[in-house]
């Protein structure tokens, strides 16, 4: 399904996002291998955290939806081998679904086959399969894509893995699958990536250990259900903080989004821009830290961004490109080479559409170079979005200030994350 969007006079008023999506996915993962029942509140109905939630249930979780929320009877440590079928597993589009899955697999008694979308049996698996063959499971891939097929083990070996990337997906994966080892797992990364699988982890009991960009997990002998809440998703917000910043006369608020630490890359970059942005009412929901977030038209300078700030920013690049355009001189992103291998190259996706927009934005190996044009408006015409929800919810943005009519095609696929971004969109569009 394509859109038709037009340029607009300002953003106002106050709105919620939906769920976190990193956090419903490993809520629902934990609540599904913990014992006796678990709730997880405001979860995101999208179709990342819906294949998650098919995947648990048929390997034994009672899942049940309620509005909301969730009612999860765990299964336990030790789940039930999924129907035979051509795929056991379909992780759709959901990078975080086939990975963070895979860790949990490589720790049971019997062998799954994962199967995802054409744009996730491109991404590289290899990144997980080489901790969780360390440990012990056998994975046959295509190639290091997807199909995977994973044997496990109940007893997995317990590992020091030290990862070339900042990933939180692979981090997590091997976490999991540390449940199930014969002593201490740790992982250690260059910068710190999300965290949210160590908090949680914690909180369903199981003893974690964290130390700077070092994290031990001990086995489990059980995990303990919980009553989780949701809070929202710091990525889903950054499209409507890019709203308010670039369109003129603009006030906004975002109420109870999440901003983690490990998450908050793009708010830190915006204030070193000069952007008017207050973080209101901070506050903490299931160990995660939550605040209202205020944002206002602001005149923006350039800046750089480097690998030290971009793991606590990575889905938030693309929307950041179109807010550089919008600041004064160049902005220079590098260490984002992690671009290339998300739901669709990102690189090339932002670079070739925002010349179609007329913007200044020059691709790099890992990263990219902007010319900010302070203001000037861009060019409306008709874009692609490769079916990543993150390029069309970028472009739809990028429209708001761009002259005549912008169409962007596939742009169903925001349903990935935020399946009601355009009905959100249009009750602030003034
Ligand atoms: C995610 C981690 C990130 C992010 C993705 C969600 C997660 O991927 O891009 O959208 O939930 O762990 P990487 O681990 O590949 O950086």
């Not at 160590?198 to 003893?207: N, P, Q, S, V």
């Amino acid at each position: 399904m394509d859109i038709k969007l037009k340029k607009v006079k300002a953003i106002s008023g106050a709105v919620e996002v939906p769920a976190d999506k990193s956090i419903t996915h490993r809520a629902v993962m934990l609540s599904s291998i913990a014992e006796g029942d678990s709730v997880v509140r405001n979860y995101l109905p999208s179709a990342d955290c819906n294949r998650t939630i098919e995947a648990f249930r048929q390997m034994g979780a009672e899942i049940k939806i309620d509005n909301d929320n969730l009612h999860i009877k765990g299964a336990g440590l030790n789940l039930k081998k999924p129907q035979d079928c051509k795929y056991n597993i379909y992780a759709g589009n959901s990078g975080t679904t086939a990975r963070l899955i895979s860790g949990i697999l490589a720790g049971q008694n019997f062998e799954t086959i994962i199967k995802g979308d054409e744009s996730l049996s491109k991404r590289p698996m290899g990144r997980i399969i080489e901790p969780l063959s360390k440990m012990g499971a056998e994975i046959t891939s295509n190639e290091g894509l997807l199909p995977l097929t994973i044997k496990g083990k109940s007893s997995l070996k317990a590992v020091n893995y030290e990862c070339d990337k900042s990933t939180a997906q692979v981090k997590s994966a091997v976490l999991f699958a540390g449940l199930y080892a014969d002593g201490a797992t740790t992982y250690a990364e260059p910068v710190k990536s999300r965290d949210h699988s160590e908090r949680m982890l914690k909180a369903f009991g199981a003893d974690v250990r964290v130390n700077g960009n070092f994290v031990t997990i001990y086995p489990a002998q059980k995990l303990a259900s919980q009553d989780v809440t949701v809070p929202g998703d710091i990525s889903s917000a950054a499209f409507f903080i890019a709203a308010a910043l670039i369109v003129p006369d603009s006030n906004l608020t975002i109420k109870n989004v999440g901003v983690n630490p490990t998450r908050d890359g793009l708010i830190e970059v915006l204030k070193r821009m000069g952007a008017d942005i207050s973080l209101m009412n901070p506050r903490k929901v299931s160990n995660e830290p939550i605040c209202d977030i205020e944002v206002r038209y602001s005149k923006l300078k350039a800046v750089n961004v480097d690998a030290s700030v971009v793991p606590r920013m990575v889905d938030e690049i693309p929307i950041f490109v179109l807010i550089a355009t919008q600041a004064e001189g160049i902005t220079r992103i590098s260490g984002a080479g992690e671009l290339k291998v998300k739901e669709t190259d990102r690189i090339f996706a932002v670079a070739s559409q925002f010349k179609k927009l007329g913007a200044q934005v020059e691709p790099l190996d890992d990263g990219f170079i902007i010319n900010g044009n302070a203001g000037v408006p861009l060019n409306g015409n008709l874009l692609d979005s490769f079916e990543d929800h993150r390029i069309a919810m970028t472009l739809s943005i990028a429209s708001l200030i761009a002259d005549g009519e912008t169409i962007i095609k596939d742009s169903n696929c925001v349903a990935i994350s935020f399946p009601n971004f355009y009905e959100v969109l249009k009750n602030i569009c003034k």
